[in-house]
């Protein structure tokens, strides 16, 4: 069946520097891809998407990279402060489906 | 203004017993979706409406009924409550199922089985 991975559950960064986040997926129709961030006692939150005709799309301070070729994506979040403290999700969906399908999820957390 | 909010935000309550969760969307959007996120935070889709019909059903138990009265709201009821229901809901919505858009999502509704 379909699946999106994460390849850690935990990571830790210091402040200020750059994080980056993995994630795999196994649908080879997978055409839209999102990040969401997800703090404590709240819904996940939209970061930034990718559609498969693209490799590369950057936000304020996150990029998000995709390989259709071994079906991996990573978020980079630039300058990691403590306000990123979050579990981030991978989501992947294909245009003729009607669901998302979510990663695991990964913890990131921010050292003074 | 809050987009897609959710009642109650907790919900303690004993095995057997029957519960609703309400959801309301202000974004104008035509799909919601509910969600079960379990303690491992793996989040699954459970229900999906689009303009108050269902569309997707994702091999819940028919405990769990979904109900649609207008496009801005999706509730849920559960009957006969067990303690594997325990978890954090979500309630969604997007513009539509197929146009690769943003799911946003709500604050949540932590349901507790005693």
Known sequence: GESVGLHLPTLSVQEGDNSIINCAYSNSASDYFIWYKQESGKGPQFIIDIRSNMDKRQGQRVTVLLNKTVKHLSLQIAATQPGDSAVYFCAATYSSASKIIFGSGTRLSIRP | ?114
């Open chain 2, 1 to 114: 203004d809050t987009a897609v909010s959710q009642t109650p935000k907790y919900l303690v309550t004993q095995m057997g017993n029957d519960k609703s969760i309400k959801c309301e969307q202000n974004l104008g959007h035509d799909t919601m979706y509910w969600y079960k996120q379990d303690s491992k935070k793996f989040l699954k889709i459970m229900f999906s409406y689009n303009n108050k019909e269902l569309i997707i059903n994702e091999t819940v138990p028919n405990r769990f009924s979904p109900k649609s009265p207008d496009k801005a709201h999706l509730n849920l009821h559960i009957n006969s409550l067990e303690l594997g229901d325990s978890a954090v809901y979500f309630c969604a919505s997007s513009q539509d199922p197929n146009s690769n858009q943003p799911q946003h999502f709500g604050d949540g509704t932590r349901l507790s089985i005693l």
